[in-house]
């Protein structure tokens, strides 16, 4: 009775301490415990090997320290697949750091998730994406919202709406050149990351608008803001700046800078045309519309009783707020991936000289040998960039090494997912991670994968379709990956026959740091694609340019 007493007083004379030490106690067990219940989880399961104490981190630390900062993981998971002879999948567990994942590197278990039972997002994409664009943009959307956006998005990625775009894409790639021209005259080294940001950028804000925000001739005040608020994301994530109250307000205030001089800017551009589309009576016509932008605002036109009346033309305050996401995610999304693709393809162009000198010939078979010619024929018949089969082969074979990063989805409780006669886990809370690095750099579905060969993608030799993983599958597939080959291919209609690119300031490894590429010891680290909202070049694409005379 003394101990209980004893206790009971304890209570009595210093609650505040017990409750706090019960509570700590509580929070350690239960800290514990998971820890438990998660090592066990993975024990059994296919995967690097798996220590109670670490799990797997101490497995993807070891490949993080090969490795130049912030990397993304899509590399750093097909090197530990090679490392480990994973084949087909292999879980991750990355407990207390990070959620659980099991990574997919066969084309068919990828199916499973993406084509035979879609599965939805995984809450990670909302939570990387919301600081940066806002909540539920349509990457990370599911359920009705996504489909609703789905919906009204759609018609704007057609292949009938997309040659309606070619001659704005000139225009802006007309734009281009003059500044490939100062560039070339000065001799001065650049970043082409930057300066194909601004034409992409400017192309982007004309679908998504029907007019420039002109980055390429102007500051481009939004697309800094845009960039600004990926900086300001990331710094919201990074552990160091999270354990930093300072920091954390320092990132907050600014990011209210931003946010509170950019969404009024969209924010005036939806409104303006809102106004307009009432006051003129007009529906957006889903079969040929003028701007996506007009797609969005469609249902709000249909439902508006002021027709003709501008006065009380009001979009819910949910609404704006869904709308201004799309917008920022959409000249995000945009402009970024784009971006990549073409620093990185400019980038191995400049090492293959005879890719370069088989573009051009293709070129001219098509369009003629005077290039200013070929853009204005381009505009007139723009189905002819359907007929330049190497030309879009060596843009695939970029994508193929240099993907555009991969989706997560989750899983409902107790769904499993089939491989070699078992059946694996795929509740838990893991992020499904459909890894497109790791098909595409797999010797088993591309030979000689380190090797830029554009052939692969034609005729007899072309790789089956289900090996390209690059923009997903299924219903969640990219909407603009037309759209982009397209762009990506009038951007070199415009420059390659004009210009020679060299690379600028590499520093090739003298040892390749993977096992899976020696891309290292010809590029330097700039072939390791650095974490942003999507694998982006590192360093920025330093190049210099020579007008061909």
Request: glycine content about 6%.
């Amino acid at each position: 009775m003394t101990g209980v007493k004893s206790l009971a007083d304890a209570v009595l004379q210093y609650p505040i301490a017990v409750l706090t030490w019960t509570i700590v106690v509580a929070f350690v067990a239960r800290f514990f415990w998971r820890g438990y219940q998660q090592r066990r989880f993975y024990r059994n399961l296919p995967g690097p090997p798996h220590s109670w104490l670490w799990g797997h981190l101490k497995i993807m630390g070891e490949v993080a320290a090969l490795l130049p900062p912030n990397m993304h993981p899509q590399q750093m998971y097909t090197e530990i697949a090679k490392k480990h002879g994973l084949e087909g999948m292999f879980y991750m567990d990355l407990w207390p750091f990070a959620e659980g994942s099991l990574v997919l590197h066969d084309p068919e278990l990828m199916d499973q998730i993406q084509v035979t039972k879609p599965l939805p997002q995984h809450r990670l994409a909302n939570d990387l994406l919301k600081p940066m664009v806002g909540d539920n943009v349509i990457a990370a959307a599911n359920g009705a919202v996504w489909k609703r956006l789905h919906n009204a998005m759609l018609p704007a990625f057609s292949w009938s709406h997309i040659r309606h775009l070619t001659g704005m894409m000139v225009d802006e790639c007309m734009i281009f050149r003059d500044i490939l021209d100062r560039k070339a005259a000065t001799g001065e080294v650049f970043s082409f990351e930057e300066t194909s940001a601004r034409l992409v950028f400017d192309v982007i804000s004309r679908i998504v608008f029907a007019f420039p925000l002109h980055a390429q001739t102007a500051s481009g005040q939004e697309l800094l803001d845009i960039r600004e608020l990926i900086k300001l994301a990331e710094g919201q994530l990074d552990i160091f700046t999270r354990l930093n109250p300072f920091n954390m307000v320092r990132v907050w205030w600014r990011k209210r800078e931003v946010v509170g001089r950019l969404d009024p800017k969209l924010l005036s551009h939806v409104y303006e045309r809102f106004k307009l589309l009432i006051n003129e009576e007009m529906v957006p016509s889903r079969r040929n519309p003028y701007s996506i932008l007009d797609l969005m605002l469609r249902e709000h036109v249909e439902q508006s009783p002021e027709k003709g009346r501008t006065r009380n033309a009001k979009i819910s305050k949910a609404d704006e707020e869904l709308l201004l996401t799309q917008i920022k995610g959409l000249l995000l999304g945009g402009h970024g991936t784009t971006t990549d693709t073409l620093t990185f393809l400019y980038m191995l162009l400049s090492k293959h000289p005879e890719v370069v000198q088989k573009i051009r010939q293709e070129l001219i078979d098509v369009f003629g040998p005077d290039s200013l010619a070929a853009m204005e024929h381009v505009v007139e018949y723009p189905e002819k960039l359907q007929n330049l089969p190497y030309t879009e082969g060596a843009i695939k074979e970029t994508l193929r090494l240099f993907p555009a990063g991969f989706g997560v989805r989750q899983a409902e409780a107790g769904m499993t997912i089939s491989y070699k006669g078992g059946n694996y886990p795929i509740d838990n809370g893991l992020v499904l991670s459909s890894n497109a690095h790791g098909v595409q750099w797999n010797s088993k579905y591309f030979p000689d994968p380190e090797e830029f060969r554009p052939e692969r993608w034609i005729g007899e030799n072309e790789a089956p379709r289900a090996y390209f993983r690059t923009f997903g599958k299924g219903a969640r597939a990219c909407l603009g990956q037309n759209l982009a080959l397209n762009e990506i291919k009038i951007i070199l209609m415009a420059t390659v026959r004009d210009y020679d690119f060299e690379c600028a300031g590499l520093k090739p490894n003298a040892q390749p740091r993977l096992t899976h590429t020696r891309l290292d010891m010809i590029y330097g680290d700039v072939i390791f694609q650095e974490l942003a909202m999507e694998p982006k070049p590192r360093g920025g694409g330093m190049m210099t340019v020579r007008k061909i005379a």
